[in-house]
């Protein structure tokens, strides 16, 4: 799909100095593949990391690394390009690299071209996690964003110096399929499809649930199928609200994301935000169980006893809690996901009545290579009709492309509002 997407994209990639920039040669490529044109901005310390030389064998274009390159500048080439550009993209984005955009520097070709480009603008941070949660990182890329930067991650995981922690550059799977999106809803008309005018509420991601300040229960839900619906719905031109876990992925360019880690959290938003919705998918993988007490302190091993037990209570139902809503706080179409291990269709229809869902996206997450933390995805759908239940499978293919099928079902299956009233016939009291 992203090919459909970029085919014919004029891309800006700016490097910056950090070990993160092997991965701008994988960007380069996936942004080749994909169709797009692309010319790649090196700062001077980014060539410490990557030859210039990598990056112009892999984009076909001469790689620009000065400001004060006579040749390229006797035509006010800065300029040029900077309205050559479809999208900024910089990946990686050091944290003194971010200071300097935030201050509206232009000291060097990168920044220069950042000022003088309308184009739509994403970066990708990568830094040490002691330097991405410091005070003055978190500020600015506070104010980048409030300037309409759109921020890549970062993810969280091992890094390059030994330390653990937020802070690594986002895959460039990801920072690709986020310059998707964001292309996608930048184009100059408003997007048009099915959803306009409507609100679209969906879960997504893992919960956690803290067992004391160091341990908690949670799944291997990566978030990306949640992600992916609402990138769909965003598509067909809804207003989209992700309430999600935690989760390392950047939030679809128009969505509004609220952030909550407890099941507890995510039932409170849902119940919130439900009666507002047109559509309400819980996609989330929500923890069943709590613990019972959290520990104050972290829980010690014991030399005398090779056993630990917990006690753990029932976390609230969220999906069908927003399916029994009463009235016109229960919105007109909720859909449930249901991720199983055996008799993936006879769970599902199950849940489908018993919830009192709408639709029901059934998958065995068992299945090598699909379900939790892979980009493809396999799935009953199930839905209830007035002469009986429809199924149907969706067999294996990329959870962009499952979400657009889930979306497309669920907005069939949504009333359509009556059509507004002639503005010279007044409704009647």
């Known amino acids: ?62 790689v620009r690394t000065s400001l004060l390159d006579t040749d390229a500048e006797a035509g006010m080439g800065h300029i040029e390009l900077a309205r050559w550009a479809d999208a900024v993209l910089i990946a990686p984005a050091t944290a003194d690299l971010i200071a300097r955009l935030v201050h509206g520097f232009a000291d060097d070709l990168l920044t220069t071209l950042c000022l003088a480009s309308d184009a739509p603008k994403l970066i990708a941070p990568a830094m040490n996690q002691a330097m991405w949660r410091h005070p003055a990182t978190q500020r600015n890329v506070a104010t980048l964003s409030q300037d309409g930067w759109q921020l890549i991650g970062p993810a969280a995981g091992d890094q390059a110096c030994g330390d653990t922690g937020p802070g690594r550059m986002s895959e460039p799977d990801d920072i690709v399929a986020a310059l998707e999106a964001r292309l996608l809803s930048s184009t100059t008309a408003p997007p048009v499809g099915a959803a306009t005018g409507k609100h679209v509420v969906i879960t997504a991601g893992p919960t956690r649930e803290a067992l004391d300040p160091v341990r908690y229960l949670s799944n291997h839900s990566s978030g990306k199928m949640g992600y992916a ?12 609200t992700l309430i999600s876990g935690p989760v390392a992925l950047s939030t679809p360019f128009g969505a509004e994301r609220i952030a909550v880690e407890t099941a507890a959290e995510m039932h409170a938003a849902a119940l919130r935000l439900a009666p507002t919705a047109d559509v309400f998918i819980g996609c989330a993988a929500v923890s069943d169980y709590r613990a019972a007490e959290t520990a104050e302190h972290k829980l010690k091993k014991t030399d005398d006893d090779d056993t630990l037990t917990l006690t753990l209570v029932k976390n609230p139902d969220i999906i069908a809690e927003v399916a029994a809503l009463d009235g016109n706080r229960r919105p007109p179409i909720v859909i449930g996901f249901a991720a199983e291990t055996q008799d993936v269709e006879r769970y599902a229809e199950d849940k489908l009545a018993r919830k009192a869902l709408d639709m029901i996206v059934a998958n065995d997450v068992s299945a090598a290579g699909l379900g939790f933390g892979s980009d493809d995805n396999a799935a009953w759908l199930l839905w209830r009709t007035p002469s009986g239940n429809i199924s149907e499978h969706q067999s294996p293919q990329p959870k962009s492309q499952l979400a657009r099928t889930i979306v497309h079902h669920a907005l069939t299956l949504a009333p359509t509002p009556p059509p507004p009233l002639p503005s010279n016939i007044e409704e009647s009291s």
């Open 1 to 62: 799909m992203a090919a459909l997407m970029l085919s014919g994209k004029r891309v800006l990639l700016g490097v910056s100095a950090g070990i993160a920039a092997y991965k701008s040669a994988l960007i380069t490529r996936l942004l080749k593949q994909a169709g797009c044109e692309v010319r790649v901005v090196m700062t001077h310390g980014a060539q410490a990391f990557i030859t210039p030389m990598t990056l112009q064998a892999l984009s076909g274009e001469p």
């Open 229 to 240: 619906l609402a990138a769909a719905a965003l598509e067909q031109g809804a207003r989209v």
